[in-house]
């Protein structure tokens, strides 16, 4: 048997959202003790002190693969996983029924991290396609995307639907409606993409039910959620009421400060999953990682423990990857851990507007564990 003792840290149960000291008992790629741990029989020792220790982060929003793309174009799934201390991403949207067959070689096969996906409901990633992939019927099949689904149940965890005009074209509110049927089919949950209109975001809310994700909530673009005098529109409320997810994932053009600052840290609205949106043309700026997403988030005066349920238990309960022992540590689970510091110095932080505001400390991720192979961050963050 190979023993990890992770100690010295400060221990987050993002179950209760509290943290305090303790350590991480790892044997065989699963988690033997958390707390007070007798280290009597430890192979390996791993000193946190001055650390944070919580289960493995989820980037519960990526898009780093593409069909379109050649091998060497795309992301590699640790190159924004394991190398910044990210334990699981969600490709949310990269591919889509056409393109699906593909995904596993192109993205998961040889990937140290756990890798899974949401179909889109159009030709995402369909040579030719460079936009628009929801915009034409011949583009948009709800039978060959249920099919889809049926092939990959392995790693197949929802449905993405664009819902803006530059993907969804004059079909607008159609291919949402269609979204949300693959999704009642596939009994899976539906995340739902907002920007500019058509359609309109009121007309997507009403959409989304229960245990959905809408993502780049907090977008600066016309239409978004707040009312010109600052307040919610009445179908952003409805829609937190009925236990709608709300997401921010900042792409390359969907987090703006001012309206992050303005929903979050002064009207209370949710910010359940912190997510990056990660793809090519935003890994150097805007996104970089989940860990300097996580800075962004502090500025908006949420806790450390409360950002943190933000890329782990709540993506994984959204994306039902708790089934697949990601999420939360608990004896018994795969050892899923990500070792991480605050850094208490300013760092400078655009949002996707180029907006630079200063941070006054940052996160900065140290190590991760997948099923108990440890991986050191070596990604700029």
Avoid at 165 to 170: A, D, I, N, W
Avoid at 182 to 187: H, K
């Amino acid at each position: 048997m190979t023993t990890t003792l992770i100690e010295g840290g400060t221990l987050i149960d993002v179950t209760t959202g509290t943290s305090a000291p303790g350590a991480v008992l790892i044997r065989d790629g699963v988690v033997a003790g958390l707390g007070a741990v007798d280290p009597s029989g430890v192979d390996e020792r791993f000193d946190a002190s001055g650390m944070y220790v919580s289960p493995g982060w989820i980037d519960g929003h990526s898009r780093g693969w593409s069909a379109n793309r050649s091998r060497e174009e795309n992301l590699r799934a640790d190159q924004f996983g394991v190398e910044q201390g990210v334990a699981a991403i969600v490709e949310a949207g990269s591919m889509g029924a056409p393109t699906a067959d593909e995904f596993p070689a192109g993205m998961i096969e040889g990937a140290s991290t756990k890798v899974f996906g949401a179909i889109n409901i159009g030709s995402s990633g369909a040579p030719g396609i460079e936009g628009g992939h929801s915009s034409k019927w011949e583009y948009v099949s709800l039978e060959r995307t249920v099919a889809a689904v049926e092939r990959h149940r392995e790693w197949v965890r929802g449905i993405k639907v664009q819902a803006s005009s530059s993907h969804t074209g004059l079909l607008g509110l159609e291919a949402v409606k269609i979204a949300r049927k693959a999704a009642e089919l596939t009994r899976l949950p539906l995340m739902a993409h907002i920007g500019n209109a058509p359609p309109l975001l009121e007309d997507v809310l009403d959409l989304l039910r229960r245990g959905d994700i809408v993502t780049h909530t907090y977008h600066g673009k016309a239409g978004g959620i707040l009312e010109r005098d600052g307040t919610p529109i009445r179908a952003f409320l409805d829609a937190v009421e009925r236990g709608v997810i709300v997401a921010t994932s900042h792409g390359r053009a969907s987090y703006s400060f001012e309206v992050a600052e303005r929903a979050v840290r002064e009207l209370g609205m949710p910010l359940d999953i912190i997510s990056t949106d990660m793809h090519p043309g935003n890994i150097e700026r805007y996104s970089r990682s989940v860990a300097h997403n996580l800075t962004k988030s502090l500025m908006l005066d949420r806790s450390i423990e409360q950002v943190i349920q933000a890329v782990t238990i709540n993506p994984a309960r959204a994306w039902h990857l708790d089934a697949d022992g990601l999420g939360s540590l608990a004896v018994g689970r795969p050892a899923h851990v990500t070792v991480f510091r605050i850094n208490e110095a300013p760092i400078e932080v655009v949002d996707t507007l180029d907006e630079v505001r200063t941070a006054p400390r940052w996160v900065e991720p140290v190590a991760v564990w997948v099923d108990g192979e440890r991986f050191d961050r070596t990604a700029s963050v």
